[in-house]
């Protein structure tokens, strides 16, 4: 039973819990269940604000108890208002990811194919919104909403070691080629990424409570993208710890995540110039979230929310920003087959553009309702 823990925790990592009520893992993994969501989320800073609004949709199909199949698309129209108003709309990429779970449960094999039906070729105005909408400190939704075709595989396992359980995965995401500007004739090909796993999980007592305490090590390689067959960037590659706590009370459940993100120098340029950068134009990201769940066993459940997210400043002294989150969510078992998961976000912060900070005000607002399949 040692790898379904990463059979769920795939689970956990791959569908948003803001978007919808969790139900038992074990029925996420056997009943076929959809997902109607909703999404709505705005950044002021200044005069400068970026809006969107999302409609995310997901299918879940379980072959098995060891193997399943989730498609996810969604609608999203994203407005930029800075002096002119721009907008881009239009259907995201439907993105197709598998699981199977070997018989021994040693190795859990995944798949996934992102099928090219968002807009991709954009006018200079779209592009404008698409560099607004894919800041990491924002967090969109739909962060982006065409990028050609993506191919993903890959393989994890697990095994025990006195009181922990430690795992590892691989994977490979090869990418296809696509054309980002709607009047211009340019051949764009992302660079593949390999991604290299490892983590440890173990239950430990604290406050006179069982507790379970999760890290992982994540490093990312990226190869060259290129435009037109010639080699124009490589992003630095990518060093992730994350860390997570889950603490049972009487009265209500803790859940509190970490997770850190450091990235090498990017190389750019053209020809004999395509050469690595002499400062690094990636900070590091840190993030700290939590949320307290009352009752936590219940068909209706309070929940509140909290979000720190510090991004340092690159070497040149930009890209950093400082953003505080609070918010609170509400659960409801409908019926046996019916489920409604609401949240609601303020965020206050600051960004560095170029040499001046600007002040940031957010909210997000995320429902949806899942139907389970009899």
């Known amino acids: 039973m040692i790898i379904r823990k990463i059979f769920y925790a795939l689970l956990f990592l791959y569908i948003p819990a803001a978007l919808f009520a969790q139900p038992p893992v074990q029925r ?14 705005t950044w002021k800073a ?14 879940i199909y379980p072959f098995n108890e060891r193997s399943r199949l989730d498609v996810i698309t969604s609608p999203a129209l994203s407005t930029l208002s800075s002096g002119d108003s721009y907008s881009l709309n239009g259907l995201s990429d439907t993105r197709v990811r598998g699981h199977y779970l ?12 992102v099928l090219p039906t968002g807009k991709s070729s954009l006018t200079t105005e779209e592009f404008n919104v698409a560099n607004a909408v894919a800041l990491h400190a924002f967090n969109f939704r739909v962060p982006s909403l065409g990028q050609g075709m993506d191919i993903n ?3 994890a396992t697990a095994f025990q070691y006195n009181d922990n359980v430690i795992g590892a995965g691989f994977s490979i995401l090869k990418k296809n080629n696509y054309k980002p500007f709607k009047d211009y004739d340019y051949n764009y090909q992302p660079g593949d990424e390999f991604t290299f796993t490892t983590g440890i999980e173990r239950n430990i007592t604290t406050m006179g409570k069982e507790a379970r305490v999760t890290a992982d090590l994540v490093y990312t390689i990226y190869s060259s993208d290129k435009g037109n067959d010639e080699e124009i960037f490589k992003s630095g590659n990518r060093f992730m710890l994350q860390s997570g706590i889950f603490i049972p009370f009487n009265n209500y459940d803790l859940q509190i995540f970490l997770r850190e993100k450091i990235k090498g120098k990017n ?3 053209v020809g004999d110039q395509f050469e690595q950068e002499r400062k690094n134009r990636n900070g590091n990201e840190f993030q700290i979230t939590g949320q307290v769940i ?48 609401g949240q609601l976000w303020f965020y206050m912060g600051s960004m560095k553009t170029g040499v001046e900070s600007k002040s940031l005000t957010g909210i997000k607002l995320n429902g949806g309702i899942r139907y389970y399949f009899h």
Not at 29 to 41: D, K, P, Y
Not at 320 to 329: I, M, P, Q, S
């Open 267 to 269: 190389k750019a340029g």
């Open 294 to 341: 009352l009752p936590p066993k219940n068909t209706s459940q309070i929940i509140g929310l909290f979000d720190m997210m510090l991004f340092g400043n690159n070497q040149y002294k930009t890209g950093g920003a400082t953003l505080f989150g609070l918010g609170g969510g509400y659960r409801y078992k409908i019926n046996s087959t019916l489920f409604f998961d």
């Open 102 to 113: 070997t018989a021994n449960e040693k190795y859990l094999f995944t798949y996934g194919l």
């Open 153 to 155: 595989l890959g393989i």
């Open 28 to 41: 996420l993994q056997q009943q076929m269940s959809t997902l109607a969501g909703i999404s709505f989320e």
């Open 46 to 59: 200044e005069q400068d604000r970026i809006t969107q609004f999302a409609l995310p949709i997901t299918f």
